[in-house]
């Protein structure tokens, strides 16, 4: 079993420091009224189409996380403690364990600030100190952000077109 990871701090390109920590079962509410901040834009390329509401349900299938085969880290609102602002997440394919689907959200009024970046960055590290060799994310073309982000992260990758959405590839073994 991996190390539990505590609640850290990240700097943004601002200099804001924002608090980063694993997502908790308790974080049920504080997801739902995250992703009622998020514009339909943000919504639509994280999602791919509209996602009218996070219903309990499907909040605690995000936050009733075993830390392994499913693992998210969220940051903090550094003015409001109790507030989520961004959400970063793998889950391991069913078929091969050492590789996982990623995704990130980071609220609107955070965006282009180095969050998102900086969320990714964290579930890299403890995507690799769980065992995951590849993390794989499915892009909107038009989501030029993401695209930087994780081409930004200075590891293999590989870029390929899947039912018009860009699938990258992220190697993240130590010889990769």
Same mark, same amino acid.
């Not at 390109?13 to 920590?21: E, H, L, P, Q």
């Not at 075993?66 to 003015?79: I, K, N, S, T």
């Not at 995951?132 to 909107?140: E, G, K, Q, S």
């Given at each position: 079993?991996?190390?539990?990871?505590?609640?850290?701090?990240?700097?943004?390109?601002?200099?804001?420091?924002?608090?980063?920590?694993?997502?908790?079962?308790?974080?049920?509410?504080?997801?739902?009224?995250?992703?009622?901040?998020?514009?339909?834009?943000?919504?639509?390329?994280?999602?791919?189409?509209?996602?009218?509401?996070?219903?309990?349900?499907?909040?605690?299938?995000?936050?009733?996380?075993?830390?392994?085969? $499913?693992?998210?880290?969220?940051?903090?609102? /550094? *003015?409001?403690?109790?507030?989520?602002? !961004? +959400?970063?997440?793998?889950?391991? @394919?069913?078929?091969?364990?050492?590789?996982?689907?990623?995704?990130?959200?980071?609220?609107?009024?955070?965006?282009?600030?180095?969050?998102?970046?900086?969320?990714?960055?964290?579930?890299?590290?403890?995507?690799?100190?769980?065992?995951?060799?590849?993390?794989?994310?499915?892009?909107?073309?038009?989501?030029?952000?993401?695209? $930087?982000?994780?081409?930004?992260?200075?590891? /293999? *990758?590989?870029?390929?077109?899947?039912? !018009? +959405?860009?699938?990258?590839?992220? @190697?993240?073994?130590?010889?990769?």
């Amino acid at each position: 079993m991996s190390r539990p990871l505590s609640e850290h701090e990240v700097r943004l390109r601002d200099g804001t420091a924002v608090s980063v920590r694993p997502i908790r079962r308790e974080d049920t509410e504080a997801l739902r009224r995250f992703y009622g901040r998020l514009s339909e834009e943000t919504i639509h390329q994280r999602f791919f189409g509209p996602y009218p509401e996070l219903d309990e349900e499907r909040a605690r299938y995000f936050t009733h996380l075993d830390g392994e085969r $499913r693992f998210a880290l969220v940051a903090l609102d /550094p *003015e409001n403690p109790g507030e989520i602002i !961004g +959400v970063t997440r793998y889950d391991r @394919d069913e078929d091969d364990q050492s590789r996982a689907e990623y995704a990130v959200v980071v609220e609107d009024a955070w965006q282009g600030r180095g969050l998102g970046t900086a969320l990714t960055r964290a579930i890299v590290d403890e995507a690799r100190e769980r065992g995951v060799l590849c993390l794989h994310a499915l892009v909107l073309p038009e989501n030029r952000r993401m695209v $930087r982000v994780l081409q930004g992260l200075g590891l /293999p *990758e590989l870029v390929r077109w899947q039912d !018009g +959405v860009e699938l990258f590839e992220i @190697d993240l073994r130590p010889d990769g």
